[in-house]
Structure formats: structure tokens, C-alpha cells
């Protein structure tokens, strides 16, 4: 980029800049960064101690649990659908997971597989009704979020008890030198997604069941089978995020995934992942995790309550709504 | 009823089974829960507890009508609950320190509740922006202008406001005159003008519908508007209802509203429903958690309760299509 603009005058400069521009389209993973280092730059412009590095890792370790709900919310929007059941599967895992421990590392694998299994159940749920029963995902998601909320508290009798176990408790707060451990998760995660989503058939065949279901079917794609592994997925990631939160909060909390269900959807859509499926990334996704998390951050530093926090929330979404518009007429 | 004796069918079952698929399963499953409900529960049977559950969901069954509305053009509102909430919120707080405006402070009410499906109807009919993205942005937003201006109920309304849900004309609470109105102008509208038809006709199939000359995008925008209205009005009628302002009042009205729209068998890619079925969906769900309440069922089973009979209600659908 710097090559080019420096060899023209000022008129190719902007043509350069026109073109990359328009590469990268609007609303694409390439636009989210470039809105991550501009909100950096803003940060650093309102205050130094923002740019400390235990303040940034701070703020990673915040987009964390978001990133990998948010890749898992994003598979299932690359098909066409939505996850809205996301934010309850971090609740249950999260009293289940307190319950359980009770403060000790002891029955940690087999709690954690449990965890993880509840996931895979509820996103299995999920993905079978949707394929077989034909309900739209939205009312599926929706119906299941009820349910797994219900079951949450009937589990904890309203009142949930216990607390997490010292090595669940490192991986949620924890830090490996400065790094907070989550990070690593989540970099897992990311970098598992954008393989899956670049490398392999079963990426492609996400992409084609969101682009066009009818034809992908046509054409050979198992498209229940895809579309049954993208929830289950969602539902595994989520479970992932709720064990990260919960060695985050340290105990159980029903109220913990009220509302992670939008924040998941609405890094996957600032990231450049489309409701109409067939279009996004796990590049951007995390970009979007990292926007929201900075963006909060940024704002609760400068002393603005939660109020105008959402106000912000609901403009930003706004804005990438339109994004997602423009870059389809394009 | 009158359109399976015309058919004139050959045997009495014929036309018995004819007539129970032209009714839709909300209506049994509604008729099923009120019996359950009256044999299981002897108090149910009571005017005092119907009474009870028509103002109880009377809010909901005002939110539904728009929530529809926007469906049946395969949108949806995802910010009427917050609409709700900042009503109730600007009500009661300026009821409070202006009481003899009340007529001034409703219309005040009503405007937010137009501006907003106005702002929701253009940017989605004119600049294709996805509704479910759009009305989160909005809804979100306004939520946080409620916890702006109200961050814990307060506020009080006027006595006089209370009245509209707790008085009655003659023998009949004016909640039943709101619904019976509402819905029988509402049905009027969307099965019998030009203007109702066009809404089914762009829900069927926008293209076709544009390129026959309807004004697609002034009807969604319409629509939109139409569900703003109706939230505002939710709203006031919520805070008439719970005589003070609450910042999360009008939250779980979004996706209640959804569910029983989707329960009365509207369907989300639009083209399909009516007003009735979304009714009997909101009486189902107040009936339902009127009587969990009645029988001590824990709230939490309810929401169990409440997802498997959303899900279910449309897997019962799909036996129903495959059936046939």
C-alpha cells in the first residue's frame, strides 16, 4: 500500500487508496482492524494509561469468552442461521460447573467434558429441529433459550451454589508472564476457525449452505449433516466461553449469559459476518470481539455510564447494518 | 364453519375432518388449555381470574397485533420492548410532575413510539438494512436512553391514568373494549381494504408485488410504523397497569410478542397469518403461566414450559403440512 501511494502524486495516491479500499469492501474482516487501530489510536489520543500493556491485555482477556462465542455464532450465521440459545448454554455451564467443582481441581475432566457434552446436546438439539422438524433457527434458538434458562435455574433451585476449582480459575484470570490465559483459548479457537472456514470441504460446504441452500443440496452437500455440525459447534464454543467466564467470576451466577446471545451476534455482524448467510469470517469475527471489547472498555474509561454504553452498542450496529448493504450492492 | 357446509361433503366424518384442518391448532391447543386449566383448577372458572388474565395480557396482545404486522412482510421488530420500556418511563415521570397533562403526555408517548417505527420502516425499506440487525440496533439504543433518563423504576402515573386498565364500562373492563376494537379494526384492515391485501401480497412475494406497482417500500414502511404505534401504546398501557415507570418493564414483551405471533402461525418469511391466531397465542401464554402460578409451579419450569411449546407448535406444523 505505502509503495504504491508513494510512487503516484496526490490524485493516484487516492485512487490507491479508492482501490484497496474497495478490495477490502465495507463491512469485510480487512475494515474491522483498520476500526480496531483507529479506536487505539483514539484511545491513546484520550489518554496514555490506555495504551499500558496490563490495561490492552486487559482487554483481551475481555474479548476472550466473547471472540469464541462469537466464532461459534458466526459458523452458524456463514449458514443461513442464528444461535440465540448461545447465552444460556453459558449460564448452565457456568452453575453446573460451580456446582460440581465445588472449589476442587478433582473431578476438573470429567466436569469439563460434561460441560462441553451439554454444549454439544443443546447445539445437537438445536441443529436436529431446525433439519428435521424445518422450524426456522430463530424460533428453534429462541424456544431452546427458554428452555436451557429454565433448566438452569431449576438446577441451582434459583439459588446457585459452589464455586470453580484453582486450575479452571487460572484458565479464566490467570496469566501465563503478562498474557491472561484466556487469550490462548481464544487464539486457538480463532486460528481452528479460520482453517476450518478456509481449508476444509466442510468450510466450503458452510459457506454454500448459506449462499444457496436449495443448490447446495442439489449439488450434493449433506446440507442437514452441515447444518446440524454448525450448531453443535455453536453450542461446544459456547460451552467453552462459559467455562472460561465462569473461572473468570469464580462462582455460579444465573444471570451470567443474559444477553451474550446479541453481544455474540453483534461481534459476528460488526466483524463482517451477514445474517443472510454466506458471508463472514473468523477474522473478522475476532476483529468484531476485539472493536466491542476496546470500545467498552474505552468508554467505561472516560467515565461514560452503562446507559450511553448501549446508546453506542446500538449505533455501531446500526452502522454495520448499513455496511453490510453497501458492500452488497458493490 | 360455513365453508364445509357448502362443500357439501359426502359423510358427516368428511366433513368433521374438513372442518378441524381449516381451523388452526392454536385454537385447539387454546380450547385444550382451558379445560385442563378449569377441571385442574376450580378457581380458574372464576370471572375474577378470566378478568385477571385479559389485563394481564392485554399489553401483549396490543404489541402482538404490530409484531405481526411487520412479520406478515417477513420482517421483524426486535425494539418494541424497549419502546415499551422508555413509555412507561416517560409517562409515569412526567405524570408525575405535570399531572393535569395527561392528554398532552400520551400523545408524547405515541409520537416516540411512531418517530421510532419510523426510523426502524426507512431504514429498512429504503436502505435494505436486515430488520433483525436494525431493530436490535434500535431496540438496544433505546434501551439505553430508558436506563438514561430512569435507571430504577420511579415516576407515578395519575390516578385517573390507572383507570384505563382497571375500570370498566357498565359490566365490561375497558381492557376487553381495547382488544375487541384493536383486533376487529385490525382484521378489518388486513383481510378486507386494498391496503390489507397489498401487506399479504408484498409478504408473499416482494418482487412480484413491486412489479405489479405496489409501493413495496411505503407499505413495509408502514408496517413499521404501525409497530411502533402499537409499542408505544403497549407501553402505556403497561404503565397504566403497574402505575409507575420500570426501565426493563417492557423487556421480555419483544420476544413474547414474537412467540405468539409465530404460536397464532404467522409465519417468519411472511405471506402468512392473521390477528386471531396471534391472540389465541398470547392467551396462551398468560393462561399458561397464570395457572403454573395457581398450581405453585415453580416460574422456573415455565420458561421449560415456554420454549417446548414454542418449539413444539411449529413441529406440530411441520406433521401437519407432511400429512397432508
Given at each position: 500500500?505505502?509503495l504504491d501511494?508513494e510512487?503516484?502524486?496526490?490524485?493516484?495516491l487516492?485512487?490507491?487508496v479508492?482501490v484497496r479500499?474497495?478490495?477490502?469492501q465495507?463491512?469485510?474482516?480487512?475494515t474491522i482492524w483498520?476500526?480496531v487501530?483507529a479506536?487505539?489510536?483514539?484511545a491513546?489520543?484520550?489518554?496514555?494509561?490506555?495504551w499500558?500493556?496490563t490495561h490492552?491485555?486487559n482487554?483481551?482477556?475481555?474479548?476472550?469468552?466473547?471472540?469464541?462465542?462469537a466464532?461459534g455464532?458466526?459458523l452458524?450465521l456463514?449458514?443461513?442461521g442464528i444461535?440465540?440459545?448461545?447465552?444460556?448454554v453459558?449460564?448452565?455451564v457456568?452453575?453446573?460447573?460451580?456446582?460440581?467443582l465445588?472449589?476442587?481441581?478433582?473431578?476438573?475432566?470429567?466436569?469439563?467434558l460434561?460441560c462441553?457434552a451439554?454444549?454439544a446436546?443443546?447445539?445437537?438439539?438445536?441443529g436436529?429441529?431446525i433439519?428435521k422438524?424445518?422450524?426456522?433457527?430463530?424460533?428453534?434458538?429462541?424456544?431452546?433459550?427458554?428452555?436451557?434458562?429454565?433448566i438452569?435455574y431449576v438446577y441451582t433451585?434459583?439459588?446457585?451454589k459452589?464455586?470453580i476449582?484453582?486450575?479452571?480459575?487460572?484458565?479464566g484470570?490467570?496469566?501465563?508472564g503478562?498474557?491472561?490465559?484466556?487469550?490462548?483459548?481464544w487464539?486457538?479457537?480463532a486460528?481452528?476457525?479460520?482453517v476450518?472456514?478456509?481449508?476444509t470441504?466442510l468450510g466450503?460446504?458452510?459457506?454454500?449452505l448459506?449462499?444457496n441452500e436449495?443448490?447446495?443440496?442439489?449439488?450434493?452437500?449433506?446440507?442437514d449433516?452441515?447444518?446440524v455440525?454448525?450448531?453443535?459447534?455453536s453450542?461446544v464454543?459456547a460451552?467453552?466461553?462459559?467455562l472460561?467466564?465462569?473461572?473468570?467470576?469464580?462462582?455460579?451466577?444465573l444471570?451470567?449469559?443474559?444477553?451474550?446471545?446479541?453481544?455474540?451476534?453483534?461481534?459476528a455482524?460488526?466483524g463482517g459476518?451477514?445474517?443472510?448467510g454466506?458471508?463472514?469470517?473468523?477474522?473478522?469475527?475476532?476483529?468484531?470481539?476485539v472493536?466491542?471489547?476496546?470500545?467498552?472498555?474505552?468508554?467505561?474509561?472516560v467515565g461514560?455510564?452503562?446507559?450511553?454504553?448501549?446508546m453506542?452498542?446500538?449505533?455501531?450496529?446500526?452502522?454495520?447494518a448499513?455496511?453490510?448493504?453497501r458492500?452488497?450492492?458493490t | 364453519?360455513?365453508k364445509?357446509?357448502v362443500d357439501?361433503?359426502?359423510?358427516?366424518?368428511?366433513?368433521i375432518?374438513r372442518?378441524?384442518?381449516t381451523?388452526?391448532?392454536v385454537y385447539?391447543?387454546l380450547v385444550?388449555l382451558?379445560i385442563?386449566?378449569a377441571?385442574?383448577?376450580?378457581s380458574f372458572?372464576?370471572?375474577?381470574t378470566a378478568?385477571?388474565?385479559?389485563?394481564?395480557?392485554?399489553?401483549?396482545?396490543?404489541?402482538?397485533v404490530?409484531?405481526?404486522?411487520?412479520m406478515?412482510?417477513?420482517?421483524?421488530?426486535l425494539?418494541?420492548?424497549?419502546v415499551m420500556?422508555l413509555?412507561?418511563?416517560?409517562?409515569?415521570l412526567l405524570?408525575e410532575?405535570?399531572?393535569?397533562?395527561?392528554?398532552?403526555?400520551?400523545l408524547?408517548?405515541v409520537?416516540i413510539?411512531?418517530l421510532?417505527g419510523?426510523?426502524?420502516?426507512?431504514l429498512?425499506?429504503?436502505?435494505?438494512?436486515?430488520?433483525l440487525i436494525l431493530?436490535l440496533?434500535?431496540?438496544?439504543a433505546?434501551?439505553g436512553v430508558?436506563l438514561h433518563?430512569?435507571?430504577?423504576p420511579?415516576?407515578?402515573?395519575?390516578?385517573?391514568?390507572?383507570?384505563v386498565?382497571?375500570?370498566s364500562?357498565?359490566?365490561?373492563?375497558?381492557p376487553?373494549?381495547?382488544?375487541?376494537v384493536?383486533y376487529?379494526v385490525?382484521?378489518y384492515?388486513?383481510?378486507?381494504?386494498p391496503?390489507?391485501?397489498?401487506v399479504?401480497?408484498?409478504?408473499?412475494n416482494?418482487?412480484?408485488a413491486?412489479?405489479?406497482?405496489?409501493?413495496?417500500?411505503?407499505i413495509?414502511l408502514?408496517?413499521?410504523?404501525?409497530s411502533?404505534?402499537?409499542?408505544s401504546?403497549g407501553?402505556l398501557?403497561?404503565a397504566?397497569r403497574?402505575?409507575?415507570?420500570?426501565?426493563?418493564s417492557?423487556?421480555?414483551?419483544?420476544?413474547?410478542?414474537i412467540?405468539?405471533?409465530?404460536l397464532?402461525?404467522?409465519n417468519?418469511f411472511?405471506?402468512i397469518?392473521?390477528?386471531?391466531?396471534?391472540l389465541a397465542?398470547v392467551?396462551i401464554?398468560s393462561?399458561?403461566?397464570?395457572?403454573?402460578n395457581?398450581n405453585n409451579?415453580?416460574s422456573?419450569?415455565?420458561w421449560v414450559?415456554k420454549?417446548?411449546?414454542?418449539i413444539?407448535?411449529?413441529?406440530?406444523?411441520?406433521f401437519e403440512?407432511?400429512?397432508?
Amino acid at each position: 500500500m505505502t509503495l504504491d501511494a508513494e510512487r503516484g502524486e496526490n490524485q493516484g495516491l487516492l485512487e490507491a487508496v479508492r482501490v484497496r479500499f474497495n478490495r477490502f469492501q465495507v463491512g469485510s474482516a480487512a475494515t474491522i482492524w483498520l476500526a480496531v487501530v483507529a479506536l487505539l489510536v483514539i484511545a491513546r489520543i484520550v489518554s496514555a494509561d490506555f495504551w499500558s500493556v496490563t490495561h490492552l491485555f486487559n482487554v483481551a482477556r475481555q474479548a476472550s469468552a466473547l471472540g469464541i462465542l462469537a466464532t461459534g455464532q458466526a459458523l452458524v450465521l456463514i449458514t443461513g442461521g442464528i444461535d440465540l440459545s448461545n447465552g444460556q448454554v453459558v449460564t448452565l455451564v457456568n452453575v453446573v460447573s460451580a456446582t460440581m467443582l465445588d472449589g476442587e481441581d478433582t473431578f476438573l475432566v470429567p466436569v469439563v467434558l460434561l460441560c462441553l457434552a451439554i454444549g454439544a446436546f443443546v447445539g445437537l438439539l438445536n441443529g436436529l429441529i431446525i433439519t428435521k422438524l424445518r422450524v426456522p433457527p430463530l424460533v428453534v434458538t429462541l424456544g431452546m433459550l427458554s428452555i436451557v434458562r429454565g433448566i438452569a435455574y431449576v438446577y441451582t433451585d434459583g439459588a446457585p451454589k459452589g464455586s470453580i476449582s484453582p486450575i479452571l480459575n487460572f484458565v479464566g484470570s490467570g496469566f501465563v508472564g503478562p498474557v491472561p490465559t484466556a487469550i490462548f483459548f481464544w487464539l486457538v479457537v480463532a486460528v481452528a476457525g479460520t482453517v476450518l472456514l478456509r481449508k476444509t470441504p466442510l468450510g466450503r460446504y458452510l459457506f454454500a449452505l448459506g449462499g444457496n441452500e436449495k443448490a447446495s443440496r442439489l449439488s450434493g452437500v449433506r446440507t442437514d449433516l452441515i447444518t446440524v455440525v454448525a450448531y453443535v459447534l455453536s453450542g461446544v464454543l459456547a460451552a467453552v466461553a462459559g467455562l472460561i467466564i465462569s473461572g473468570y467470576i469464580g462462582t455460579g451466577s444465573l444471570g451470567i449469559g443474559d444477553g451474550r446471545n446479541l453481544d455474540s451476534i453483534a461481534a459476528a455482524v460488526v466483524g463482517g459476518t451477514q445474517l443472510t448467510g454466506g458471508v463472514g469470517s473468523a477474522v473478522g469475527t475476532a476483529g468484531g470481539a476485539v472493536f466491542l471489547a476496546l470500545l467498552f472498555s474505552l468508554l467505561r474509561f472516560v467515565g461514560l455510564p452503562y446507559s450511553n454504553q448501549l446508546m453506542i452498542q446500538g449505533v455501531i450496529l446500526a452502522v454495520a447494518a448499513y455496511a453490510h448493504v453497501r458492500s452488497n450492492r458493490t | 364453519m360455513s365453508k364445509s357446509s357448502v362443500d357439501r361433503p359426502q359423510s358427516s366424518t368428511d366433513s368433521i375432518r374438513r372442518l378441524l384442518t381449516t381451523i388452526k391448532p392454536v385454537y385447539f391447543a387454546l380450547v385444550a388449555l382451558v379445560i385442563i386449566s378449569a377441571i385442574s383448577e376450580p378457581s380458574f372458572a372464576q370471572l375474577r381470574t378470566a378478568r385477571n388474565i385479559l389485563v394481564s395480557s392485554t399489553a401483549l396482545a396490543i404489541v402482538t397485533v404490530g409484531q405481526t404486522a411487520v412479520m406478515l412482510v417477513a420482517g421483524i421488530d426486535l425494539s418494541v420492548g424497549a419502546v415499551m420500556s422508555l413509555v412507561t418511563a416517560v409517562s409515569a415521570l412526567l405524570m408525575e410532575s405535570h399531572p393535569e397533562m395527561v392528554g398532552w403526555i400520551v400523545l408524547l408517548c405515541v409520537g416516540i413510539g411512531v418517530l421510532v417505527g419510523l426510523i426502524n420502516g426507512i431504514l429498512v425499506s429504503y436502505l435494505r438494512m436486515n430488520p433483525l440487525i436494525l431493530t436490535l440496533a434500535t431496540g438496544t439504543a433505546l434501551q439505553g436512553v430508558v436506563l438514561h433518563i430512569l435507571y430504577s423504576p420511579g415516576g407515578l402515573v395519575t390516578r385517573g391514568f390507572r383507570e384505563v386498565s382497571r375500570g370498566s364500562l357498565g359490566p365490561i373492563p375497558y381492557p376487553v373494549i381495547i382488544l375487541l376494537v384493536l383486533y376487529l379494526v385490525g382484521s378489518y384492515i388486513l383481510k378486507e381494504t386494498p391496503y390489507g391485501l397489498s401487506v399479504y401480497a408484498v409478504g408473499g412475494n416482494e418482487n412480484s408485488a413491486r412489479l405489479s406497482g405496489l409501493r413495496v417500500n411505503r407499505i413495509k414502511l408502514s408496517l413499521f410504523v404501525i409497530s411502533g404505534f402499537l409499542a408505544s401504546c403497549g407501553g402505556l398501557f403497561l404503565a397504566s397497569r403497574i402505575g409507575s415507570g420500570d426501565p426493563l418493564s417492557g423487556d421480555s414483551f419483544t420476544m413474547d410478542s414474537i412467540a405468539a405471533a409465530v404460536l397464532g402461525g404467522t409465519n417468519l418469511f411472511g405471506g402468512i397469518g392473521d390477528l386471531w391466531g396471534g391472540l389465541a397465542g398470547v392467551f396462551i401464554i398468560s393462561i399458561l403461566s397464570t395457572m403454573l402460578n395457581l398450581n405453585n409451579v415453580s416460574s422456573f419450569y415455565q420458561w421449560v414450559i415456554k420454549g417446548t411449546i414454542l418449539i413444539g407448535a411449529l413441529a406440530v406444523e411441520f406433521f401437519e403440512t407432511r400429512s397432508q
